[in-house]
């Protein structure tokens, strides 16, 4: 009677793996990037609750700086660690008396021109701060529109709060219209542009 095969013993080194072996093997691989995935998940959640969160641009008022449909990324640390300066580009709650006649919005994007304690006012399309003219050292369209106040009544920053206003000035919404925001309401600062590619880069 011929043999149609061999059954290798436990002794033999080239005996094949159990099927049990294999199920506990791929078992404890399963469990493994179940947690690599979680933990990746974790991280994900933490940075965007925490430290960077990405934010689509659905209007024109920063433009040319940033465009409708640009993909900005914000660091939120920059504000819980940091200092807001003159020029920033923040991202922000929308104020509730924010009411510009468009679709109501819950976050803002536009640019720091006032800074606690500072005093504004415009005259023609000339912005001045504290007294001097100030040089926006950044691409921006003119005419001023809206005049942020007269000379004889300047806008006074209080203590905590920014003034913001759009780079394209005749048509943004800022706080020439709903004043001051304080910086509890401050989400974080935009510096890169993540989309379109054609434009990737920092702010």
Not at 57 to 67: D, F, K, N, R, V
Request: proline residues 6%; charged residues 20%; glycine residues 10%.
């Amino acid at each position: 009677m011929s043999e149609i095969g061999s059954e290798a013993t436990l002794d033999d080194p080239g005996a094949p793996t159990s099927s049990p072996q294999k199920g506990k093997r791929f078992h404890h691989l399963l469990i493994e990037w179940g947690i690599i995935l979680i933990a990746a998940l974790i991280v994900s959640v933490a940075l965007r609750a925490f430290a960077f969160q990405t934010f689509f641009i659905p209007s024109g008022s920063m433009e040319p700086t940033l465009q409708i449909g640009d993909r900005i990324m914000v660091d939120k640390l920059a504000v819980d660690w940091g200092t807001i300066n003159r020029g920033d580009i923040l991202v922000f709650k929308a104020p509730p008396t924010e009411d510009c006649g468009g679709t109501p919005v819950v976050d803002l994007v536009k640019r720091v021109i006032g800074l606690p304690g500072d005093k504004l006012y415009s005259v023609g399309n000339t912005i001045y701060v504290n007294g001097m003219k100030f040089n926006e050292a950044w691409t921006h369209t003119e005419p001023l529109g809206n005049e942020i106040a007269s000379a004889s009544d300047p806008v006074v920053v209080a203590a905590n709060h920014y003034f913001m206003m759009g780079d394209n000035h005749g048509n943004s919404c800022d706080s020439r219209m709903w004043g001051t925001i304080p910086r509890s309401d401050v989400i974080g600062k935009a510096f890169f542009r993540v989309w379109p590619l054609g434009r990737l880069g920092f702010l």
